[in-house]
């Protein structure tokens, strides 16, 4: 069972606060490599086998959208 609640932190975290520090690469856009960021969820932060479908049940759940 996922804890979307903490994935949603997880998420937010990451991309507010340690982009650089996952080597992500951002476009100009602000936007990150969805496999990549899927890649750091997984390996960094004990995610397991997260899929992009369970990204977007996170968002399409979340009030703030």
């Known amino acids: 069972m996922i804890d979307y609640g903490k994935l949603s932190r997880d998420c937010s975290y990451i991309l507010r606060h340690a982009v650089d ?3 992500l690469k951002s476009d100009s856009s602000g936007w990150v490599s ?23 049940f996170m968002v399409a759940k979340s009030k703030k959208k």
Do not use: M, P, R, T
């Open 34 to 56: 969805l496999n990549d960021f899927i890649a750091v969820l997984n390996l960094h932060f004990g995610w397991c086998n997260l899929s992009e479908d369970a990204l977007k």
């Open 21 to 23: 520090k996952y080597n």
